[in-house]
Antibody, heavy 118, light 113 residues
Framework: EVQVVQSGAEVKKPGESLKISCKGSGYSFTDYGVGWVRQMPGKGLEWMGVINAADSDIRYSPSLQGQVTFSVDRSTRTAYLQWTSLKASDTAMYYC???????????WGQGTLVTVSS | DIVVTQSPDSLAVSLGERATINCKSSQSVLYSSNNMNYLAWYQQKPGQPPKLLISWASTRESGVPDRFSGSGSGTDFTLTISSLQAEDVAVYYCHQYYVPPRTFGQGTRLDIK
């Protein structure tokens, strides 16, 4: 069974760093990409970008460029989303999803809720 | 960036009746080389991640009930639920994956009348 499982909820203070994870199983990890999608409280879906699991090629949304970092560890079939200095406005649910060829996000993780509050 | 706009923002339909959601992109998402529309539909129920219903504008994913159908080409698309069931209450999003940034519509909330 194809599965994408994300790390658990996080509560952080402004200025702190954070790295959340997304682990794929049941498929050939390097044949797909991993996309990241943000959903702020009560709002819609926002595409953050994608990382190619085979070669770590990355496309960030221009609106988020420089604010987050994507990475992947092929040995553990895990993708990561990282912040160096969180802001209150980063409070959101973050989803990762497997990306098929062509850019389609097909299998989604359960989401990681990130709360940033002083 | 391609702007994707859905209409309506919300709608309420009686059980067993047809529900129609529209999606318009600011530029064509039809790739002429393969004649495919890079447009998907997702369903998101409260407290759950989005679920892929339709890809390539009209291809229903495995396991998705056949009351869900997608149509359209170029810039104008439609998601139709032929006979609304109680479990279809959700927010529906269209999504263009033609070019980065791969944008979503704002969502359409579907309720029971």
């Amino acid at each position: 069974e194809v599965q994408v499982v994300q790390s658990g909820a996080e509560v952080k203070k402004p200025g702190e760093s954070l790295k959340i994870s997304c682990k794929g199983s049941g498929y050939s990890f390097t044949d797909y990409g991993v996309g990241w999608v943000r959903q702020m409280p009560g709002k819609g879906l926002e595409w953050m970008g994608v990382i190619n699991a085979a070669d770590s090629d990355i496309r960030y949304s221009p609106s988020l460029q420089g604010q987050v970092t994507f990475s992947v560890d092929r040995s553990t079939r895990t993708a990561y989303l990282q912040w160096t200095s969180l802001k209150a406005s980063d409070t959101a649910m973050y989803y990762c999803a497997r990306q098929r060829g062509g850019g389609l996000l097909d299998v989604w993780g359960q989401g990681t809720l990130v709360t940033v509050s002083s | 960036d391609i702007v994707v706009t859905q209409s309506p923002d919300s709608l309420a339909v009686s059980l067993g009746e047809r529900a129609t959601i529209n999606c318009k992109s600011s530029q064509s998402v039809l790739y002429s080389s393969n004649n495919m529309n890079y447009l998907a539909w997702y369903q998101q129920k409260p407290g759950q991640p989005p679920k892929l219903l339709i890809s390539w504008a009209s291809t229903r994913e495995s396991g998705v009930p056949d009351r869900f159908s997608g149509s359209g080409s170029g810039t104008d698309f439609t998601l139709t639920i032929s006979s609304l069931q109680a479990e279809d209450v959700a927010v529906y999003y269209c999504h263009q994956y033609y070019v980065p940034p791969r944008t979503f519509g704002q969502g359409t909330r579907l309720d029971i009348k």
